[in-house]
């Protein structure tokens, strides 16, 4: 029990610290792809602490549901991050780190940012809400669909489960490679990454989640700009526990094996970073328009899987 | 056969099935030859590990015709005809993708359920890539009905012609003789396309075969 909370604690202290280093990787890989220097690894958190010292200034159409959405998208997606096993299986809430779970967490999260971008009725505000919900619409069902055909090889929808029923039992499946694809899209997708969304830019026909937190400012703004880092690492956490779980700690192991799985995990991360970064140089925006096609993709993707699952179990 | 062995070929045959909804996916000319090349690769792949695990030497040679004529000439030909040809390169699709996709699952799942009936009581590895050929072969036509470019209709043929390869492959015994001449055929129908490919862009300016269709004075 003690052992299980202080691994719990680890992980959620983990999370909220390497969310920050993890974006400040990218930026840095991202610039030096492009020959430049880029900003310091620590970047983020700078950002973090000034925002967070800095006065706050609130609009004046702005409601009471303005000032509390960055609390509640904050610890919507803290939770998420708290479920998701990084580099142990033995977290003391695993029982309730159920895949569907962690998706309406992100859900609500979502959900509370679009209210809070419509809220002050400016258009930029209203422009990116209505769009981060077009997108979402296509991407939840994609996620939902990778899920059950995650959950019906596995045959649970608990984390620890399918990440030990991956890593020991699972062999070489093509429904877990296509939902890899799938899961890969759809998060760059919620994360609002380049073929989707430019998380750098500030140019108006384009952007989406930028839109959204526009009037955000302060201590407001260091919330959202932690938790949206948070999601980026919920979702790598997601793929490397689904389909990449090797070096996680089992349940009840010793000292030396949750080293290993801190090793792997940090492994892990700087890997995916890598890859989003490289990624991301390598290709450009899309018109918001043809997104939809690009989603529709995650989507076929999970159903395809679903659909040779059925096959191969029929055999 | 052991696990390891059935899961490495379904996954090289599944990765097929995914190639080809990456080149329904694709809307640019080079973009689909590359995947083409791809698809060509994995498909050689695919049969030397039915050589391997079949214990049949001569699957080795159809592997490695794949891998020279499909992954290398066939591809490298249709780039430099693409750059000849000075069209400009994008694929105009008749149904807009979406559409084309879910079509392209309910083809999947039809072969699907087809191959698992016919072939009841077979190898189950032979059913599998039987069942992946099928959906291959189904999906390459879709890609010919639903592309009015002249270019990406020979590429969704030369793809029709990989799930062949794949279900010959599979089937244990297909004589190397015909495996040849099928290889053969394919690479003297590229030509003939090429030549036709020149031929219709002189004719209209441009490879759309809607410009046959209005030629003809057929109405759509």
């Keep these: 029990m003690l052992e299980q909370l202080s691994i719990q604690m680890v992980q959620m202290l983990l999370v909220l610290f390497s969310a920050p280093l993890l974006t400040g990787f990218i930026r840095k890989v991202k610039a030096r792809l492009l020959r430049k220097r880029g900003p310091p690894l620590l970047q983020p958190y700078r950002d973090l602490i000034k925002l967070a010292r800095k006065e706050v200034v609130v609009a004046d159409s702005a409601s009471w549901l303005f000032r509390a959405a960055p609390y509640l998208i904050f610890a919507a997606t803290w939770v998420a991050a708290a479920l998701v096993p990084t580099f142990a299986t033995g977290l003391l809430f695993s029982w309730s780190a159920d895949l569907i779970a962690i998706i309406a967490l992100l859900g609500s999260a979502r959900f509370f940012l679009a209210l809070a971008g419509m809220d002050v009725g400016t258009s930029f505000g209203g422009l990116g809400s209505s769009r981060e919900m077009m997108f979402a619409t296509l991407a939840e069902p994609a996620l939902i669909m990778i899920v059950f055909s995650v ?44 073929p989707v969304d430019n998380p750098a830019t500030h140019l108006e026909l384009t952007m989406v989640h930028e839109a959204m937190v526009l009037e955000y400012s302060g201590r407001h703004l260091a919330m959202i700009e932690l938790s949206s880092q948070l999601k980026l690492i919920v979702y790598v956490s997601l793929i490397a526990c689904i389909f990449f779980p090797w070096g996680l700690a089992p349940v009840g192991a010793g000292f030396n094996a949750h080293v290993l799985g801190f090793a792997a995990y940090a492994g892990k991360l700087a890997a995916a970073g890598g890859m989003l970064a490289l990624f991301e140089t390598t290709v450009a925006k899309m018109r ?10 995650a989507l076929m993707l999970g159903l395809l899987a679903t659909l040779l699952r059925f096959m191969s179990e029929s055999l | ?59 080795y040679i159809t592997a490695g015709i794949t891998l020279v004529f499909k992954a290398l000439i066939i591809p490298v030909a249709l780039h430099r005809m693409v750059a000849r040809l000075g069209v400009h390169r994008e694929v105009e699709t008749v149904v807009s ?24 009581g077979a190898d189950p590895l032979t059913r599998e890539d039987l069942a992946f050929a099928l959906s291959v072969v189904l999906l390459g036509m879709l890609m010919m009905v639903t592309r009015t470019n002249a270019v990406s209709q020979v590429v969704g043929f030369m793809s029709l012609e990989n799930g062949l390869i794949l279900a010959a492959a599979a089937a244990k015994g297909m004589p190397l003789v015909v495996e040849i001449s099928v290889a053969f055929s394919v690479l003297i129908a590229l030509i003939v396309i090429g030549i036709f ?17 209005d030629f003809r004075g057929e109405h759509r």
Aim: aromatic share 10%; glycine share 6%.
């Design chain 1, 151 to 194: 959950a019906l090889i596995a045959g649970t929808t608990q984390l620890s489960y399918v990440a030990s029923f991956v890593m020991y039992a699972a062999g070489l499946r093509v429904s877990l490679v296509l939902g890899l694809v799938g899961l890969v899209i759809v998060a760059i997708t919620e994360n609002a990454r380049i």
């Design chain 1, 288 to 297: 918001v328009f043809r997104v939809p096609d690009f989603i529709g993709v």
């Design chain 2, 1 to 59: 056969m052991d696990r390891l062995a059935f899961d490495i070929a379904h996954f090289l045959a599944g990765g097929l099935v995914l190639i080809s909804f990456v080149l329904l996916y694709q809307d640019r000319l080079f973009a689909l030859l590359n995947a083409y090349a791809l698809q060509a690769l994995t498909l050689a792949f695919a049969v030397a590990w039915q050589a391997h695990i079949q214990e049949a030497p001569h699957l």
């Design chain 2, 97 to 120: 993708l979406v559409p084309t996709m879910l079509g392209g699952i309910g083809l999947v799942a039809l072969s699907m359920v087809v191959m698992l009936r016919v072939t009841h």
């Design chain 2, 197 to 213: 490919l020149f031929r219709i862009r002189e004719r209209f300016d441009s490879v759309d075969l809607q410009a046959l269709d």
